[in-house]
């Protein structure tokens, strides 16, 4: 599904020139679920940001099921996102003036459904995550647990082939942190691929592999669970 071919990044400001990325080099199979570790600082943000098409490496080749997609200009990007790609974010990045059927709902209307069949996946999803008792709140009257499993229907309203979590239990106390867990494994089972960036050795657990970085470079990949395709 995914392949990354000696990838590099490089921040340049006036005086500093930042290497981020370090000739990655990366597979991710269909269904898989990939945890990628590492200290502070040692990239994974900006690797995440490269898979999800958020931004383009300076070196290297990135295939998304098949197609080229490292040097897509911005607008090339978001139309392959569209329909493909969902993101959960450690600070949820609900909008407040809208509610949480209003929120989930976004991403179909960029995508041009008609409103019925909206609010058919809506209330699906809502239901699903057994947080339709709370649709019409907006996100400031939900607990942290509620907002994660908010953002989780906005990712999955549009059925995407890979969801991209950044450090999705970071703001929940470890209740809560082990339900959105055990909602992106079953995502998974389903037939969801999942990368996860994360500091957390318990939610990494529940990952096919793990993938650590250093310094911008893979030092390490641990296989836990044998992926079954």
Known sequence: MITLQNITKTFNTEDVKTLALRTINLNVKKGEFV?????SGC???????????LDNPTEGSYAFDG?????LKENQRTEM?????GFVFQSFNLIDELTVFENI??????????????????EKVLERMKIAHRAKH????????????VAICRAVIINPDLILADEPTGNLDSKNGREVMNLLTELNKEGTTIIMVTHSDRDAQYAHRIVN????????????NTLEL
């Not at 907006?138 to 499993?149: A, D, K």
């Not at 970085?213 to 836990?224: A, K, M, P, S």
């Open 81 to 85: 996102r569209k329909g493909k790609l």
């Open 35 to 39: 945890a990628i570790m590492g200290p």
């Open 138 to 149: 907006y996100p400031q009257q939900l607990s942290g647990g509620q907002q994660q499993r």
């Open 67 to 71: 197609e080229e997609v490292a040097n």
């Open 213 to 224: 970085l250093f310094d911008g470079q893979i030092v390490t990949e641990n296989h836990l």
């Open 43 to 53: 990239g994974k943000s900006t690797l995440l940001n490269i898979l999800g098409m």
């Open 105 to 122: 709902e976004l991403p179909l209307v960029y995508l041009k459904m008609n409103k019925m069949e909206r609010k058919m996946r809506v």
